[in-house]
């Protein structure tokens, strides 16, 4: 007998728990501005994510670490006027909870209290765990993030896939357990294999977010500007394009330009 899908008016933390229980594979998707949050969240996206991906997409950088914990606030604030029924999970940014489990719960305190955050989300395992330790303790939620971690990067030195040697994914492993008896609340799983990520999954109970981790995750996430095709260079085998707005946009933008300078815009209609 199938059971009709729960519907749910404000999105918390409880309901992944569920979702995963039940079978429901969860939706979650970046967002960085009001505009495009309020689209996002119309469309009953289950959970947007403020990543720190912002330094790329939103400013150009080549990778996330020069976003500073204000700017990350900046984004989140923006993004938490336009939701209604998401669960907004915010990043720490890269130096703000690292080697000071003390500066890290500042850092979260910082996001929840000047943008209304409802979660944050942290890098790492073994070596993360008295920062995750001491938010969780605040009774700030916390998502965890393994495999590839794109602030690592110039330890790994590229962002080729991990975890497909037997002891990096043991120990990935390992620590989605370890994370999971901390108190987060979910994991997102990073660009490893898809064996991997169904072993991570049925191995706890907390809800795994694959990006690049295949079909196997309870829920996957993605970039939203890669989603609806505005970036163009970026093609992983993971991203699945919606949309083609890099071409659209420009063709559009084009069109205005041609109207306006041959006097077609604003017509007689357009003007008071």
């Known amino acids: 007998m199938s059971t009709a899908k729960k ?14 229980k039940h079978g429901e594979k969860i939706s979650m998707l970046t967002a960085y501005d009001y505009s495009m949050a309020k689209i996002v969240d119309s469309a009953n996206v289950d959970v947007i994510l403020v990543g720190d991906s912002a330094s790329n997409v939103m400013a150009g950088h080549e990778t996330t670490l020069p976003i500073t914990l204000d700017q990350m606030i900046y984004h989140a604030a923006s ?38 955050g409802h979660a944050v989300k942290l890098e790492g395992g073994e070596e ?54 901390l108190g987060c609340f979910a ?44 970036t163009h260079e970026f093609n992983p085998r993971f991203l699945r394009r919606y949309m083609n707005l890099y071409e659209e946009m420009g063709n559009a933008i084009s069109q205005y330009v041609t109207d306006v300078k041959s006097q077609d815009f604003p017509n007689d209609e357009e003007q008071y």
């Open 187 to 230: 994991i997102v799983l990073e660009k490893i294999p898809a064996a991997l990520t169904k072993k991570v999954s049925e191995s706890i109970s907390i809800p795994t977010i694959g990006i690049g981790g295949g079909k196997h995750a309870d829920g996957q996430v993605l970039v939203i500007h890669d989603l609806l095709g505005m």
């Open 128 to 181: 993360i765990k008295e920062s995750v330790k001491k938010i969780l303790k605040a009774g700030i939620p916390v998502m965890g993030h393994l495999g590839l971690t794109p602030q690592s990067i110039y330890k790994f030195g590229t962002y080729t896939v991990r975890a497909k040697e037997e002891e990096e994914a043991e120990k990935l492993i390992e620590d989605a357990k370890l994370l999971e008896r």
């Open 79 to 116: 993004v938490i006027r336009a939701v209604q029924r998401a669960l907004v999970v915010v990043d720490l940014p890269f130096g703000s909870y690292q080697s000071d489990s003390k500066e890290a719960l500042r850092s979260a305190i910082r996001i929840m209290k000047e943008s209304g």
């Open 7 to 20: 519907e749910y008016k404000r999105v918390t933390v409880k309901s992944l728990v569920d979702m995963k």
